[in-house]
Each structure stands twice: as C-alpha cells, then as structure tokens.
C-alpha cells in the first residue's frame, strides 16, 4: 500500500519568512495530493490540493509543488503569519478505484511574532 | 449547512471495557471514514464505507475494532476489550466522492478516547 513519510516533524520560523515542508510517496498509481491544516484543539481543514497533470499550484501565499518522477511534493507559504501557526499534514491517494487518503505524520508549524 | 459531528467529544474508559463512538456525516455525503489520531502520529486510516459497496477495513488494526454504518448514514465505531494502547483521539469524514475526483473529505471534531 501507499507509504507517505513527511519531515520536518517540527519547523520554526519567523513571522514574514517562508516555510517549506516536504512528503514523499510509494505507489506511483497516487495522483492526488491534498494539504490539511489542523490548528490547535481544531479538525483538519483542506488548504491546498494538487493532481499529477500539473507540476505547482498556487493560492495566495501558499503553493504546492509536484515531481511525479521523484515522488515528492512540498508545501511552500510565503510571508508567514502567526495565524499560519498549527500542524500541517500532507496525503496521497492510493491509487484508482480507493477512497483512501494515506497521511503523513505531519509537521507542527510555529510563527514567532 | 451542519458539518460532520461526532459523539462524545471526550470518553474516559478503563482497559477491557467496549466503547462505541459515533458518527453524524454531512447529509447527502456517500463516503464515510474513520481516523485514528495518536499523539505525535498523523492520520491513521481506520476504514471507510462508500454507499452499499463493503467497507474498506484494512485499516483496523485488530479484530477488536468494527464499524458499522447503519441507512447510509450514521456510523458507529466500537471497541472491544479497550487497551491503553487504543488511547487517542478518532476522527470521521465524510464526503461526496474520491478525494482524486475533486471531492473533499470534511473532517468532524474527533472523539478524544483515554483508557485508564
């Protein structure tokens, strides 16, 4: 089955800088890639997907990138804020057919002001 | 409109005693899952049902666990002979399609499980 593994399991930055967190896959049949953030004592919320028939994605200050060939995708946000502050999880589709998201172990997101 | 709820928010349960956790999906919504959140770990992928299709279990990480999902819409996940182990906090989604055909999986709030 699909295997997603997701570093850096903590990042800090500060407010204004730029954050990048990267995942990588197993099962090249995946091609859908969603981001969730999950803010404190909150549920996860979808912020940002990608599918294999384009390489970058933007909104706003946040992007996602693809390389089907490697099998990693990374999450970029740009001109970081205190509010960005929570923990992000990458996923990947297992493959046609599957309803299934695997998740990676996700990474916790400080902004220091 | 309602999103996807769960009951209790909080269960406290002492080892070897069944727990049921239960699932309300937004309404019209085929697809139902269950996640399993440990401290530290992401989003463990328990099962989920699609329609009147069989369930995919291959998630369930020991026959203690089962769900159901009884008209097509509320669910119910049960856990025999709790361990500490099965401490952590289970969430459920649930959404109108496959996550590749553009259709997203809302998240309810999750139901925290401590077992003492």
């Known amino acids: 089955g699909e295997n997603v593994e997701q570093h850096p399991s903590t990042l800090s930055v500060q407010e204004g800088d730029s954050a990048v967190i990267k995942c990588t896959y197993s099962?090249?049949?995946?091609?859908?890639f969603p981001w969730y953030k999950q803010e404190l004592g909150k549920r996860p919320q979808l912020i940002i997907d990608?599918?294999?028939?384009?390489g970058e994605k933007k909104d706003q200050r946040i992007a996602v990138t693809l390389n089907k060939t490697a099998k990693h995708f990374s999450l970029h946000i740009t001109e970081t804020q205190p509010e960005d502050s929570a923990v992000y999880f990458c996923a990947a589709d297992s493959g046609a057919g599957s309803y299934q998201l695997t998740f990676g172990k996700g990474t916790k997101l400080s902004v220091i002001p | 409109g309602a999103g996807v709820s769960q009951s209790p928010s909080n269960k406290v349960t002492e080892k070897g005693k069944d727990v049921e956790l239960r699932c309300d999906p937004i309404?019209?919504?085929?697809?139902l899952y269950w996640y399993r959140q440990s401290l530290g770990q992401g989003l463990e992928f328990l099962i989920y049902f699609q329609g009147n299709s069989a369930p995919d279990k291959s998630g369930l990480p020991s026959d203690r666990f089962s769900a159901e999902r009884t008209g097509g819409s509320v669910s119910t996940l049960t856990i025999q002979r709790t361990q500490q182990e099965d401490s952590a906090v289970y969430l459920c989604?649930?959404?109108?399609?496959?996550?590749?055909?553009?259709?997203?999986?809302?998240f309810g709030p999750g139901t925290r499980l401590t077992v003492t």
């Open positions: 309404s019209g919504h085929t697809a």
């Open positions: 099962d090249s049949a995946s091609n859908y």
């Open positions: 989604a649930s959404s109108l399609g496959r996550a590749r055909d553009g259709y997203e999986q809302y």
């Open positions: 990608i599918r294999s028939n384009v």
